[in-house]
């Protein structure tokens, strides 16, 4: 059973940024042909894609994020981590981390509140 755990601070300042890690257990990040999300979802909207990193270290990021979101791992820890720059209130959400298999993304962490407040 593959189980993810994020871990991070739950209150961020505007300007700074925002870091966030997954651990995994019960299955190796470098397993072909899994990618690691992160995902999240504002107070009052729907979930929104952040971006990935692959069983190969390949990154994807949302466009909208790209300029401000770096995605990296830790294969001797099987973590993944989240950084998010620049971060203003509208970053407030819920974040999560998941599993993407090729057809759908089949292990989710619990999800971790930030708050991005002075």
């Known amino acids: 059973q593959v189980q993810l755990q994020e871990s991070g601070p739950g209150l961020v300042k505007p300007s700074q940024t925002l870091s966030l890690t997954c651990t995994v257990s019960?299955?190796?990040?470098?397993?072909?042909?899994?990618?690691w999300s992160w995902i999240r979802q504002p107070p009052g909207k729907g979930l929104e894609w952040m971006g990935v990193i692959a069983y190969d270290a390949s990154t994807y990021y949302s466009p909208s994020l790209k300029s401000r979101t770096s995605i990296s791992r830790d294969t001797s820890k099987n973590q993944f981590s989240l950084q998010l720059s620049s971060v203003t209130p509208e970053d407030t959400a819920v974040y999560y981390c998941?599993?993407?298999?090729?057809?759908?993304?089949?292990?989710w962490g619990q999800g971790t509140q930030v708050t991005v407040s002075s």
């Open positions: 998941a599993r993407a298999s090729p057809r759908e993304y089949d292990y």
């Open positions: 019960g299955g190796s990040i470098t397993t072909k042909y899994y990618a």
